[in-house]
């Protein structure tokens, strides 16, 4: 299907077929029985954009902030030809997709492909196997991805429907931040100090930034979301923030959770919505009978243990608005209008009580027609220590982080190094002697207490380390957080795969006792989890999908430091177990 983002509107696209053909630029073309195939083109260029009475020029998808949203159905192949317009690099990684042999399709820069230089193109080719719900793209490479992101919405197969409720409407709700500087120039600087980086100015709800930062903010910088009573509404919630977890709720209203990150869980209701940088999840709003035309606060702030550095302690407002009346002369909208609004109460900065809880709510739906294969034996295991560090201060400079060091982070100590041709390549065309090696530890090379006393020595080690996985084989891996410089939570994103979050706990990982109380019967199934702030969590993945498969934190600052590795996963003896050729088109370091 050809079908040009342009010109999507605003809000919805009903889960019905028939919708997608009321639009005059979509074409059709079919490919075997499963689906249709989706052409977008995406132009990376420089958009003008004021926010917070300042203006600055972004890095955009066809001038949009945020991106158009991609629409599809489970089984559709997408064709995506992104054409670089900007001075910067750019690779965009679809987050969330599965990419069952399309490897070369992935985005993350240096890992799966070089960078698309300026202007170069590239076409990400792919298909949408086995998902539906909520994912997103945004830009993989450096800290572009602060304002390059937007929705994936993957509709049901054509004659399937949702396992709840028809909703009247879908409405994206994506999480951002937004900096008055140029984001490059902030993550530059904090790499050379050695600091934490300068917080961000603003969160915002698709793009906008709400009343409460600053007098001038206009009323178009509000998101708005307006509905009719006794509906139901489909949420599709994504956070793009760079570097923080967020709570969100709407006041006197309650959610039913239905899915994460593209995947059916058993639902639930809550009034209060916590997510994490990389993570989706689609919830039900039912709107109350009123009788008249009224408004509701939306508020979303940070979750953070964090004692090391800052963070933006900052709410970002919207509102949610009954339009009963259709004369909207009864409705006009003013910053000082809504003054008399009530802010929803939100938990506390770090109430990891309320996180661990939540965590725990989630469950696969795990019926007949969605199961849930969460491995029962493991063939491979493996135990990360995930947290911050420090490298030494070089000679004859200053640097601003502890102690007059500079912030690091790293996976069983070890700061993933990018390397300078994509690993991908390198793996395939068997050139990784000097680029990478495969001797990545399966458990720290020197134990200590993780969540207790930190060692005396906490400088990390440098490298360019992967997993190597045979074919088809299982995996269990415990991620723990440690405490070293700060416990904080740790959003973990694996590409390429999803996997089932089988345990978590408090404090260190006990092999001998804590496996005997893993989920092994209805585990959620995610692509970004959250190790807790001082505790640990258990997943497992059965590797079924040959490449070069990033693994990270996806709190940037994180990312930036070094807390990320890769997993390389062998062909299988069958054809269709192997990965294809790279296309003609990649992009060349």
Not at 287 to 309: E, H, I
Not at 342 to 355: G, Q, R, W
Not at 480 to 500: C, D, R, V
Request: net charge positive; charged share 15%; glycine share 8%.
């Amino acid at each position: 299907m050809a079908l040009s983002s342009t010109f999507l509107p605003t809000f919805v696209f009903l889960t019905c077929y028939l919708c997608l053909l009321m639009y005059p630029h979509i074409t059709l073309a079919k490919h075997g029985s499963t689906g249709v195939t989706r052409h977008y083109e995406f132009n990376i260029r420089m958009q003008n954009a004021t926010r917070l009475c300042q203006s600055k020029s972004i890095i955009t998808v066809n001038g949009k902030f945020p991106g158009p949203r991609i629409i599809a159905r489970e089984g559709d192949r997408l064709v995506i030809k992104v054409v670089n317009h900007v001075s910067n690099n750019i690779s965009i990684h679809w987050h969330g997709i599965r990419q069952l042999r399309s490897g070369w399709a992935d985005g993350p820069a240096y890992i799966t492909q070089c960078p698309i230089q300026t202007g170069q193109s590239y076409v990400y080719n792919f298909t949408i196997i086995g998902q539906t719900g909520t994912l997103w793209y945004h830009a993989h490479v450096s800290w572009i991805r602060a304002t390059l992101y937007g929705a994936i919405v993957i509709l049901p197969r054509h004659n399937t429907s949702y396992p709840f409720v028809k909703p009247y409407k879908e409405v994206p709700i994506i999480f951002g931040e937004w900096w008055n500087n140029d984001t490059e120039a902030v993550i530059n600087q904090a790499i050379q100090t050695g600091a934490g980086p300068n917080n961000s100015d603003a969160y915002t709800i698709n793009g906008l930034p709400g009343p409460l930062y600053n007098n001038c903010s206009s009323p178009k910088e509000t998101f708005r979301l307006k509905v009719k009573p006794g509906k139901t509404y489909l949420l599709r919630i994504i956070n793009a923030a760079l570097n923080d977890e967020l709570f969100f709720k709407i006041t006197n209203h309650t959610f039913t959770i239905v899915d994460a990150d593209a995947s059916y869980v058993k639902p639930f209701e809550t009034d209060t919505i916590y997510i994490t940088p990389g993570q989706t999840s689609n919830v039900l709003l039912k709107t109350k009978n009123l009788k008249s035309n009224a408004r509701f606060m939306m508020a979303a702030r940070p979750y953070s243990t964090a004692a090391a550095g800052t963070f933006d302690n900052t709410t970002v407002a919207g509102v949610l608005e009954y339009v009963i009346n259709s004369d909207t002369s009864t409705m006009s909208f003013s910053n000082t209008s809504i003054k008399g609004l009530t802010l929803p109460p939100l938990p506390a900065i770090n109430a990891t009580s309320y996180v661990a809880n939540w965590t725990n709510k989630f469950r696969s739906l795990g019926n007949s027609q969605f199961l849930v294969n969460v491995p029962k034996t493991v063939q491979n295991r493996y135990f990360f220590a995930v947290g911050l560090g420090n490298d030494p201060c070089p000679k004859n400079q200053t640097c601003q982080g502890p102690n007059g060091t500079k912030f690091a982070a790293s996976i069983n100590n070890i700061s993933f190094t990018l390397p300078t041709t994509a690993l991908l390549q390198a793996q395939y065309f068997g050139k990784s002697n000097g680029l990478f090696t495969a001797n990545f530890p399966t458990a720290p090379l020197n134990p200590f207490n993780y969540t207790g006393t930190p060692p005396n020595n906490t400088q990390v080690s440098h490298g360019t380390k992967l997993v190597v996985l045979p074919y088809n084989t299982t995996v269990e891996l415990v991620l723990q957080g440690t405490s070293i410089l700060s416990a904080e939570n740790h959003p973990l994103h694996l590409h390429g795969f999803n996997f089932y979050v089988v345990g978590q706990g408090t404090g260190n990982f006990n092999s001998a006792t804590d496996p005997a109380n893993f989920n092994l019967v209805d585990p959620v199934e995610r692509n970004t989890v959250g190790v807790p702030s001082g505790g640990w969590v258990a997943v497992r993945f059965r590797a079924d999908n040959p490449g070069v498969w990033f693994m990270h934190c996806h709190i940037e600052i994180h990312l930036s430091w070094g807390l990320r590795m890769a997993w390389a996963v062998m062909d299988g003896k069958l054809p269709n177990q192997k990965l294809p050729p790279p296309p003609s088109d990649l992009p060349k370091c």
